[in-house]
């Protein structure tokens, strides 16, 4: 089970968003003919076929990210099963899924929940990318199209919004240390 993850995620890492987008397009839409045509339904008037058209540019923006975070997490669980708190748990009878869940996870998530916070920042760069080859209406679509157009209002209005939702991303990320290891304070 190792070595799949293990492939999947230097497959999935290797790719970019905007190859693995195009692949999917070839592939899974045109020649097999899955999920409805490319374009865009809005999700207020036909929320089954809006969910259909979203699956494709929603797995090829998150490939990358999941197999980054699938990365982060084995070497992060590789690290901490040697420590020797580890072994003293184990010696106790605990089961081996409770010294990996409990005690292994725990201690391995904050370098798992840094990298996510850091990937919610790449996501808006994906979506970019993305939105365009999907032709989906989005913020990143129109970044595209103000930039074309020398519309500094708007390039400014986006950035904006984008670095208020990075920043709402790193003060829960900050957050979240404080809960999952009761040592960090903030003064």
């Known amino acids: 089970m190792d070595h799949v993850a293990r492939v999947f995620s230097l497959v999935g890492v290797s790719i970019p968003n905007f190859l693995f987008a195009v692949l999917i397009i070839l592939f899974l839409v045109r020649m097999f003919g899955w999920l409805p045509p490319l374009g865009y339904a809005e999700l207020w008037n036909d929320p089954g076929t809006n969910l259909k058209q979203m699956a494709f540019p929603a797995l090829a923006l998150a490939l990358y990210d999941m197999a980054f975070i699938a990365r982060v997490t084995r070497s992060s669980m590789m690290e901490i099963l040697r420590e020797d708190y580890m072994r003293t748990a184990r010696s106790k009878g605990l ?3 409770t010294v990996v869940i409990r005690h292994g996870l725990k201690n391995a998530s904050l370098p798992i929940l840094t990298m996510t916070g850091w990937q919610f920042g790449r996501l808006f760069e994906g979506a970019v990318i993305i939105e365009t080859i999907f032709l989906i209406p989005g913020m990143g679509r129109i970044l595209i199209e103000a930039v074309f157009q020398f519309d500094f209002p708007m390039i400014q209005a986006v950035i904006v919004i ?10 829960c990320v900050d957050l979240l240390y404080g809960w999952l290891d009761p040592r960090i304070r903030y003064n």
């Open 162 to 171: 984008i670095g208020v939702g990075i920043l709402t991303i790193n003060l």
């Open 95 to 97: 089961s081996e899924k």
